[in-house]
């Protein structure tokens, strides 16, 4: 059972003393919003059990934070779940509804949605809360991280409802799914939550860009080999084993295996990487703040690699034997019950 794939990760994160608090006002804040409009959405949503995933993620943010996280982390999990190629518009909605999610974080905040569903209401919420405290360095580079996530996903989507998900090379895939994983807009929340930004002149380094480029490749192959079942099931291309299942032509063993090798091959390169940071604040000539600073943003990559991993092996959201509606939904190309882009 691929969610049933261990990884050996050399570090260890915590969990957030304000897990059940945070989690049982972002449930309801889910209801009230209408991110959920079901029952059986409802209970769809709460196996995936989000609130541990941002718990792991984001350990150090306060009570009130953690609930401005939680709910902001719904979010691009709801909205990937939207997607239906069988449906002929619904790539032209989706591209909508992503445009509006993009352009939020460049307005002021506060500013009511253009294209209105509960989506783009519920983002403009949790905007005007998540951006508080932050320079506008940060915001920026947030808003482009979010922008370069959701026109992936936009791509992904025309790409299936076209018929052509299948014909990305290995290689166009990993550098598709490093964009459509969300890592780096979600590593940039980390310093939100801690109320601390990264020196600049380190986010230009190249040590910490690859750094990040190498926490998406391991983040995104870890969750293809623990949702593969959930996603082969659905009929879902869009997973690294299924792509070298189909390039390479060989079993779907050989590919999961495989696939485990790449894996854990970005999660070394990235451990040889962080083991030079020290040497590149030298190199910066960084003063003891900024390097505590370097130090935390370290530690918001490592709680996404471990925290991830760890919500992911016991995710309702990965689950690969489901029934009632949302399995009904998902064999016919949605993974969700509710429509969350109509008004």
């Known amino acids: 059972m691929p969610q049933d794939v261990r990884f050996d990760l050399p570090f260890d994160t915590p969990v957030s003393e304000h897990l059940e608090h ?115 360095t940060w915001r920026t580079r947030f808003a482009a991280s979010w922008g370069r996530f959701l026109v992936a996903h936009c791509e992904e989507v025309d790409l299936a409802a076209r018929g052509l998900e299948g014909t990305l090379t290995l290689d166009e895939y990993a550098a598709f799914r490093r964009r459509t994983v969300g890592i780096h807009h979600s590593i940039d929340a980390g310093e939100r939550s801690r109320g601390f930004e990264v020196p600049a002149e380190v986010m230009g380094h190249p040590v910490m860009e690859r750094m990040r480029d190498l926490a998406a490749d391991t983040i995104g192959f870890m969750n293809d080999i623990h949702s593969f079942e959930r996603e082969r099931r659905r009929g879902d291309g869009h997973n690294l084993i299924a792509v070298l299942h189909r390039e390479r032509g060989c079993s779907w063993r050989e590919a999961a295996d495989e696939a485990y090798r790449m894996t854990t091959d970005c999660l070394k390169e990235y451990l040889e990487l962080e083991a030079r940071v020290p040497l590149m604040c030298d190199e910066l000539g960084l003063d003891e703040g900024e390097r505590d600073r370097v130090r935390m943003g370290v530690e918001a990559i490592q709680h996404w690699i471990n925290g991830n991993y760890e919500w992911a092996l016991t995710s309702g959201r990965y689950a690969a034997a489901k029934e009632g509606p949302v399995a009904t939904a998902e064999l016919a190309g949605r993974g969700s019950v509710d429509d969350l882009l109509a008004v």
């Open 22 to 136: 945070a989690k049982a006002r972002h449930l309801r804040w889910v209801w009230d919003t209408g991110l959920v409009r079901s029952k059986a959405g409802f209970e769809e949503y709460k196996s995936w059990d989000l609130p541990q995933a941002a718990a792991r993620t984001y350990p150090h943010a306060s009570r009130d934070d953690m609930v401005v996280l939680m709910n902001w982390f719904s979010l691009a999990f709801l909205f990937d779940d939207q997607f239906d190629a069988n449906q002929p518009d619904r790539a032209d909605r989706i591209a909508e509804v992503a445009r509006e999610l993009i352009v939020t974080p460049l307005r002021p905040a506060g500013i009511r949605p253009r294209v209105v569903c509960p989506i783009t209401l519920a983002w403009a919420e949790v905007w005007e809360h998540l951006c508080e405290g932050m320079s506008l």
